[in-house]
């Protein structure tokens, strides 16, 4: 057998292709198809897998505008040629799920959310005010969620990395899905055994869903330092409003840089909504407590005074909200090992488990 892997674009090591590198070695004989590939910017183990990327690839500016190309996407992943391949695997947080599959041909698809901006997060990526042609990116996202919800029969089979996206799987497309949670290394991420200090950490792109100026006036109304890690659009933005907290901006950060800050910051915040938190498991994982705001992925990893502590459910989702919650967080005496035991359910065995008998549920 040979599998067609359609993944929306490789530029980058983030969680949504983290879960890819986990795929490959569980499908048979992997080609991937992207619209867009920086080579050298993903792992080895993905790079090494033979790679097939869409002419936009070849566009003008696309290695880092390629958002500007969106109104192209669909007919660009529909384009594919997957006439060859006996099985199709999508790893969709945009349109990779919209890739046309050989008739008789099973498409499993790992969906990490339906495309945020189309549906509930428009005016979290483009803000009144602050988005040019505003209304332009308004019809075309438009247009890619009619064509988002008329394709949502092609695959086969939906899973969802998290409860909260098999319930926008569910609201947004009518299908079910089953939830497969994403993998988490968590043998490399472990407890160290150097004093925890009393700063904040957040880990993730600098894009506007992540709500990190959230964290910044938090951070600020507590008297703490937050330690921010990634990059992305919004730092020029997040600079300026961090101008009057403690705020250390960290880019390029290696594993094992990342994996001390997780073993001695204070606790771990979250105050966007995530799809699932990839790295709030991480955070866990290293025994650091992780304070995030109770909606999507969240409320699959965080039990509020067991791991961790959720606000927003009384509506104060802002900065007050992560303030009073990450103040409960400080004066809890949390139980170290439990912390570490809430993230082993996500451990990679446990995703291989559930994805392979998802695929032999599908193949003959």
């Not at 890819?20 to 910017?41: K, R």
């Not at 698809?109 to 428009?122: D, G, I, K, L, N």
């Not at 990395?161 to 926008?168: F, G, I, L």
């Not at 250390?248 to 909504?273: N, S, W």
Request: glycine share 8%; aromatic share 10%.
């Amino acid at each position: 057998m040979k599998t067609a892997v359609v993944h929306d674009w490789l530029n980058g090591m983030r969680g949504g292709e983290k879960v890819l590198e986990s795929i490959l070695p569980l499908v048979p004989e992997p080609t991937i198809f992207t619209l867009f590939h920086v080579p050298g910017s993903v792992s080895p183990a993905i790079e090494r897998h033979p790679i097939v990327a869409s002419p936009l690839n070849r566009l003008p500016f696309s290695k880092r505008g390629y958002r500007n190309y969106l109104p192209l996407f669909p007919r660009a992943v529909e384009a594919f040629d997957l006439s060859a391949f006996d099985l199709v695997v999508s790893s969709s947080h945009c349109v990779a799920k919209g890739a046309i599959a050989r008739e008789g041909a099973p498409h499993l698809s790992y969906c990490h959310t339906p495309v945020r901006y189309a549906y509930e997060q428009f005016d979290l990526y483009f803000p009144p005010g602050r988005t040019r042609f505003r209304r332009l990116k308004a019809a075309a996202v438009g247009r890619l969620r009619a064509w988002d919800v008329a394709t949502a029969g092609r695959p086969t089979r939906y899973l969802a990395n998290s409860s909260a996206v098999a319930a926008r799987i569910l609201r947004h497309y009518g299908r079910e899905s089953e939830v497969c949670h994403p993998p988490v290394d968590v043998g490399y991420f472990q407890p160290g055994d150097r004093p925890r200090g009393d700063f904040l950490l957040a880990v993730g792109a600098l894009v506007p869903y992540k709500r990190y100026e959230v964290a910044i006036e938090a951070a600020r109304r507590l008297g703490r330092r937050l330690v921010l890690v990634g990059r992305g659009p919004e730092e020029k933005r997040l600079r300026d409003v961090s101008a009057s907290a403690s705020v250390e901006f960290v880019a390029g950060c290696a594993p094992d840089q990342l994996r001390d800050l997780y073993r001695t910051c204070a606790m771990y915040v979250q105050p966007g909504e995530e799809d699932f938190g990839i790295a709030a498991v991480e955070a866990l994982a290293c025994g650091a407590p992780v304070v995030a705001l109770g909606r999507g992925g969240a409320r699959d990893i965080v039990r509020d005074g067991e791991n961790g502590a959720l606000y927003g459910d009384d509506g104060d989702d802002g900065p007050e909200g992560l303030a009073a919650a990450a103040a409960r967080a400080a004066s809890a005496r949390f139980d170290y090992t439990r912390l570490r035991g809430s993230a082993l359910p996500f451990r990679p065995e446990r995703f291989a488990e559930r994805f392979q008998a998802a695929l032999r549920d599908l193949l003959p």
